[in-house]
């Protein structure tokens, strides 16, 4: 609930900002399936689930007012410009919540790998390198088929550059 709590301050202080709050009414569900489940079974209720899912499962899905003060369309493009506006520090710590951009979807995330930059294992970790740069390169051209948005250039040269610290 980052995205209500960030453009509202009566949500913020009412409800709160997490994974888990507490909301004043309606009933919640787990997971997409269950999210999706309770909004196909109840008339009015509103609900939110990944774009994939949504977009894979023929679900509607709205335009959500961005910091640009726009109504986006979430999409793959979206996404990805969402990703290029947010602000994405040294250490990969970031929140693509409402970031600035005239196209960028204002309800975006992203997914996370943690990886120990000393790998024990010579061989796992040879092999573990050699899929990142694989994922990072030609497995970028493979996500918009899965309806998950690509990183933007510029960031995938930034964790390229990482990949090249993890030692084994």
Known sequence: MDYLSSVSKEWETKV??????????????????????????????????ELAYAKQNKLPYADVKNAAGKYITPGIQSITEALAAAKIPDDFRFSMVNPPGEEAYPIAGATWLLVYEQQKDA???????????????QGEGMTSALDYAALPEK????????IKTIKY
Request: glycine content about 20%.
């Open 123 to 137: 061989t796992k970790g040879k092999k573990l390198v050699e899929f990142l740069n694989w994922a990072i390169t």
């Open 16 to 49: 709160g900002r997490g994974t888990s709050v507490q909301w004043p009414v309606g009933l919640g569900g787990k997971g997409n399936e269950g999210v999706a489940g309770q909004v196909k079974q109840l008339p009015g209720t509103v609900g939110y689930v």
């Open 155 to 162: 960031l995938q040269k930034r964790v390229l550059e990482r």
